[in-house]
């Protein structure tokens, strides 16, 4: 069996992974970080396509949590993790929010100061930016719809790079904190899953993988290493843990966005190649409105969920955009991995007020489409009526149940909520796995709940925070 040995093992590359990399190889930590994904050139396939769904997602995107109703979910699972399939929305956690998880959790060090000084290096360093020019018209349509109704709207800035003549470059993790931290001598085993990690005592002495080869066939390694950080996101990383047998407070709380979907027709065809940088902010933080990546594929499989008669506007599919309602949810769920299986049981239990919210912002969304111009809208309900007409809304309420609703979200947290607070967290205020010296958690499962925003803000202000910690006790 193959042996490496490393100074700090990091399991994963994505947000949380990629951030801790950099910030402890530029401090001249011996790092290694080992991803289950493959490394992809991320100029190689197109955004939002199926090839991307093939090649950077975990199961090819096809994976749900059980429940009435059940919620399909996606990871990314690839070099740079979900940031290479993200629309690239960044928002900072709200400070309101920050605050309420600093004294329910007691988590240390976490004031508006600390959090901006974080905020301000990650923005800096990813180059977080709004448009330079007009939006496309299928980010306007939110604008407009809004400024129809009276209701708040707002660009979200996101993590973009923007050339001279305005064209904008996505600044994933295998564009700039992956190959920053290889520069700063990191090491990066992709094709390379950990499947145990090694207990003693109190501590960590190493981890199991299983690499994949060239010819796709598997060799065993074992990673001897000092200090490890899990960043596989709110799925995986209690996943690994509970394998290892570490299971107290480590999978439980499961919080997402839920979010509903509308494929909205226009009486001409729309820009398909961005995803919609508006949000109606109306109804923040518990109700968000805003747009999806609209391919051809997508805007499929949107109508499809309807379950209506939709071939009309799939033959028109030019002329229709997906948009959504997403919600901050009183329920929760849970992670567990099975003895003898990869992939862990995920479920999800949406409270009654969820429901509700999610069916009043579907109906919200309904209204601003139509405002802004859309002839036709296809909610994501099976059987329900195809809206033309602000009266026809309201038989969407009583289409949306739990058993005709398609559900979904992007958005993972809190499978291992941080704070000092040990009846209610699986880590310390920095990450530490409570009853492990030597054991971090730097990703989207720190997170005490959703936070209402795109979360990627959050998760990397929170690694650079827990990273920079880690250095001060070395
Ligand atoms: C389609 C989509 C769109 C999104 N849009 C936005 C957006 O616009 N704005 C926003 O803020 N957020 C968005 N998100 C969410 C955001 O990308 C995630 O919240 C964030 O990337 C999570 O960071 P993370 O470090 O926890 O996990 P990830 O970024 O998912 O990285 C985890 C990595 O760990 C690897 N890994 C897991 N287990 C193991 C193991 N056992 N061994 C080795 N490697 C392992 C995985 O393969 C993966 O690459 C989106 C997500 C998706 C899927």
Redesign the pocket.
Known sequence: MKTLETEVLI???????AVTAATLARAGRSVLV????PWIDPDAVEPFSLDEMVLKY?HQGASAALGTPGIAY?????V????E??????HRLPEELADEWRRTYRIAEFTPEVLDKYSDLVENELSVSKLPGAPPPSSAVLERGAAKLGWRAVEFARVFRYDHQGRGVKQTMARTLVPRAVEAGAQILAE????RLLKRDDRIVGARAERTLPGGETEPVTIIAEHVFV????I?TPT?LQHSGIRAQIGNGLKFHPTIKVAARFPQAYDHGDVPMHRVTEFSPFLTIGGSASRRGHVALALADSGGDYADALAAWEDVVVYYAAIRSDGSGRVTALPGFRAPLVTYRMTDADQSRLARGLLHLGEVLLAAGATELYPSIAGAPVARRAEDLVEWWDAFTPSTANLMT???TSTVRMGDDQSRTGADSFGRVWGFRNLRIN???LLPDAPGV????A?MTIAARNADEFLSHL
């Open positions: 399991i994963g590359s994505g947000a949380g992974g080992v991803e289950e994904g975990r996606a990871e990314g699972r690839c740079g993790g979900s940031t399939i993200n629309s690239g929305l960044y390379c899953r950990i499947s960043c596989g996101g709110a995986q690994l992007v958005h993972l990703d989207a499962s795109n979360p990627q803000a998760i």
